[in-house]
């Protein structure tokens, strides 16, 4: 009883849904496939990713395609070929991934239209062998002339391997090349100079299906080469270097870099002198003091300072000499203080005294050669001519 109400409502259902007609449909997905079919692509491979509509397209017209990839990259490209296909060589794991496509068309009274997404293919990429680890012995702060060893360790592994060392990332051909095994390999530099300082590191190459894959490269390691010690300063206090004997006596080595530990040393005459006190001053130097100097200290003082550049001790040239004089005893300080004046007056006086003893002499002599002689009572004066004056009458 009930089935004729039904029949309007059916009647009314074309209208409240509307057929969908062809144009309205998006484009069917296209066929996509990897070639060639490898289960794992290795670093270097070419991939090719085909891309075909599915025929006859009717009176839609093929635009181009479009390619997709997992790691968020989106390709497309014009054509109206039906098939397309998308290669690219394999740079590392982030080619790998899932891909698909989809066509565009060019519909009637709609204009471009894009077709459903192809299903996705996965491509497996093998990922760069593991980087090796970079050493440099025995020490990556070294002098100039010193030598440097550095030594590239990879992961274990049992295929043929062949190692580089690169500075920046220039390949570094001088030097030595020790040992050839798959664990790694020494280079080695006689003579380091100031062109290797920079950042070193080292890579290998793995043989894998014929054909060599590069290795991560490992860790940058900073060499720095510095210039060989220059000779240390050395000072006298009294700077004048003549000194009273049982005075105090100051000698200050200074060599100003600190890059490497260091030791001072000091001479006389050539033979090292060990101080009765000193020491390291402000970390720039050191001190050799002798509170109370003797006269058999006398003579010409140098210095010297020594760093320690991986594990050897380096002599950097020697100072200049410095010429010190010890005068006088042996006595004790003061009596020295008042020495000079005691001595200048004592010179003094004798000269004092051989002036007036040599003018006395002086006079004596003039007297006696004069010859004069004088009046006497009783005496004619007349017997002494007066020259050629004449008296008035």
Partial sequence: MALPSFIPLLASLPILFPSATPSDLPPPAPNISVTPSKPQFLIGDAVSIVCAAPGPMSTDRIQGFRFTGTAGWVT??????????????VTGPRDGGFYSCSYTVLRRGRGQVHSLASQAVVVNVRDRPAQPNLTVTPSSVTVEGQPLV??????????????????????????????????????????????????????????????????????????????????????????SGVVAAGHRLLLSCAAPRRDFRRRFRFFRDGAEVTP?????????????????????????????????????WLEAPPSQGVAVVVWGGASPPAPFEFL???????????????????????????????????????DDTGTFPMGNYEGAA
Avoid at 343 to 350: C, F, L, N
Avoid at 356 to 361: G, K, T, Y
Avoid at 365 to 377: I, Y
């Fill in 76 to 89: 497309d490209v014009r054509t109206s070929r039906s098939r397309f296909v998308h290669t690219f060589d």
């Fill in 150 to 239: 550095f030594f590239c360790v990879a992961p274990p592994g049992a295929a043929e391997r062949r190692f580089g060392f690169f500075q920046e990332e220039l390949e570094v051909t001088d030097g030595i090349q020790e040992g050839s095994g798959a664990g790694g390999v020494r280079l080695r530099v006689e003579k380091s100079d100031q062109n290797q300082t920079g950042n070193f590191s080292c890579r290998y190459e793995e043989m894998t299906e014929g054909r060599w894959i590069a290795s991560y490269p490992s860790d940058a390691v900073q060499v720095i080469v510095k210039d060989p010690c220059p000779p240390p300063l050395l000072s006298v206090e009294p700077p």
């Fill in 276 to 312: 009765d006190a000193g020491g390291d001053v402000a970390g720039n130097g050191s001190e050799l003091l002798f509170p109370r100097i003797s006269r058999e200290l006398a003579g010409n003082f140098s210095c010297r300072v020594e760093e320690e550049v991986g594990g050897a």
């Fill in 340 to 378: 000079p004046l005691v001595i200048g007056g004592v010179v003094g006086v004798a000269l004092l005294l051989l002036g007036i003893l040599l003018a006395a002499w002086l006079c004596r002599k003039r007297r006696g050669s004069s010859r004069w002689r004088g009046l006497s009572p009783g």
